[in-house]
């Protein structure tokens, strides 16, 4: 019967802690409950589960000693049981709060169309989502390769003509959304060298 799992509340169980003081230790609950002037008492009604039943400890011949240590066991884990639900509890308001919060918040975006560069980036509080090639030449080589892109940056193998940059921030911590054009000068070509001159040839 030491198997046996307390079904009562923790309260019932403080009672019968009480009660069991004036207890004899080796009598048994069914031969104390069977006085009808104690039928009534916190361990005449505590009962426990055996195989799936549950049977009362008045029909058990459990002595008042393990009832004891029974009732002892299940208090502890009663004000076990309850610390973790207040644990529990409080995360979950906690979490329910920070979710409230970012429910509360709208994402604002805009885009930066930047020209003649091989770097797009974004206005301060305000992360990188995409980044794209929207201008090319074939005569330039066509499409550049996107080498790198983060929530800062993104960056082609080579300057392009006109790219778009997608960025966007939660309402509030960044300036009002403005779609944008940044135009950079094409830096001037290197000056190509001559090509020598053949001599030509005089006839005699």
């Avoid at 000693?65 to 009732?71: E, H, I, N, V």
């Avoid at 797009?120 to 980044?131: D, K």
């Amino acid at each position: 019967m030491g198997n046996g799992k307390i079904l009562a509340g923790a309260a019932l169980s403080a009672m019968m802690l009480a009660g069991c003081q004036m207890i004899p230790a080796e009598q048994t609950v069914a031969q104390y409950c069977a006085d009808p002037d104690k039928a009534t008492e916190a361990v005449c009604k505590l009962k426990l589960e055996i195989d799936g039943n549950t049977t009362a400890l008045a029909d058990t011949d459990m002595r008042l000693s393990q009832a004891r240590s029974m009732a002892d066991n299940a208090t502890e884990a009663a004000a076990r049981a309850q610390a973790s639900a207040d644990a529990a509890q409080a995360q979950a308001d906690a979490a329910l709060a920070m979710a409230e919060e970012a429910n509360s918040k709208e994402v604002q975006c805009e885009t930066r169309t930047i020209q003649n560069s091989d770097t797009g980036s974004c206005r301060p509080g305000y992360a990188l989502t995409s980044c794209t090639q929207t201008r090319y030449t074939y005569r330039a080589g066509g499409m550049s390769i996107l080498r790198e892109i983060n929530d800062e940056q993104c960056r082609f193998n080579s300057r392009v003509l006109e790219m778009q940059v997608r960025c966007c921030a939660v309402s509030g911590s960044a300036p009002e959304p403005e779609d944008t054009l940044v135009e950079n000068e094409i830096p001037p070509q290197p000056p190509q060298p001559e090509a020598p001159k053949e001599p030509v040839p005089v006839s005699p």
